[in-house]
Every structure is written in C-alpha cells, then in structure tokens.
C-alpha cells in the first residue's frame, strides 16, 4: 500500500509564491495582449466577412464563403505552423500567432454577425428603401448597431475561447503563460503550484471578461 501524500508534499506557498510572479508577467505580457489584439482583429475581420457575404455577388461570396469553411475545418495549430514555417516571411512569432489566431476565430465571429444581420426586421430595410437612404447609412445607422447588440453574447463567448486557445501557440515556440508554467514546473518540480496558479489566472480572466460582456450588453440595451 503506498504512503499517503501529505499536504506539504502536495503543495507549497513558498514554491507558489516564487513562480507566481514569472507566471503572471507572461500573462500580461503574452496571453493577454494575444488575446486582446486578436479579439480585435477577429471583430474587424469578422464583420467585414459576414458584410461581404451579404451584400457581395455571389461570384465574390461563394469564395469568401470556401475560404472561411476552410479556415474553420483546419485545426488551429495547423494553421499557426503553415503561417509560421511556410510563409517566407520573417515576422516575430508571437504577432504572427496573434494574427492567425485573430483570423481563424474571424469566421466563427463572422458567423454570429450574420445571424445578426438576418435577425433585423424586414420591415426596417423596407422603411430605408422607402426613404431612399443609401445602402451605406442604412448600414452604418440600422443594421449594424442591431446586429452587433444582438451578437455581443456570442463574441464575448468567442473571445473566452480564443483565450483558452492561447496555450496552442507554445506548437510555434511562443512563451505564453501554460508554456512559462510548464518550463516553471519542469525547472523546479512544483507542477501543482504552477498549474494551479495558471488555472486560477484562466478562470478570473475569463470570469472578468464574461461580467464585462454581460454589463456592456445591458448598457447597449438599455
């Protein structure tokens, strides 16, 4: 029968309190600015998309529409090597995982602002044909500000996601916050620690954020 595991041989607050500073600066220094640029960057990208696909012919659309099933069929960490290895380009690695990441979730973004779009009332594009508005203010003044209030949920569930998805750019050698614990653990043998520690930042960062998004939904309703 093997020896029960005490509690000091479990886990140590002295070990947690040395490692915790290294863990916590790659995650403002890494997983977080990740996050943020790419969430931005699959706004933009992402709205641009699901625009083209309805206002485009379909001779524009139809491709646009393959290259997003495409991107959303790949793995992540397929796309991130093909980016980095591949594309004879020198960039740094962690704005190329950035980007990639911001781009693949783009089409899942993309997807909740049609549905968005096709939620508005029919009888609102009738009223702005009716008063002759042009096609870009009936979208800048009508559309938009009710597709993006109806989509907020989704996107602030795509944006969580996207930061758990960080510890996928470790295939591409970025030194985000799982990788620094991994590396931390392995120097010292305190696995517990550094991975509770790294649990613990995910799930307050993702809690913040949720709360964030809740609030920010509530004021754009009311």
Known sequence: MMPAITFEEFWSWEAARELAPEIIEAFFTATLLITAVGTAVAVVVGLLLAVITQVAPALVSGPVRWVMDVIRMTPLIVQLVFATYLVPVEWDKLWVGTVVIGIHYATYMAESFIAGIRSVD?????????????????????????????????????????????????GISVLEMVTVAQQAGGNTFRYNEVFTIAGLIFLVASLVTAVAVRRLEKALVY
Request: aromatic letters at 12%; proline letters at 8%.
């Open 122 to 170: 029919t009888g609102q594009w009738e009223a702005a044909r009716a008063l002759s508005l042009p096609q870009g203010r009936t979208w800048r003044d009508i559309v938009l500000p009710q597709a993006l209030r109806s989509t907020l949920p989704a996107l602030g569930n795509w944006a969580i996601s996207m930061f758990k998805d960080t510890p996928y750019l470790f």
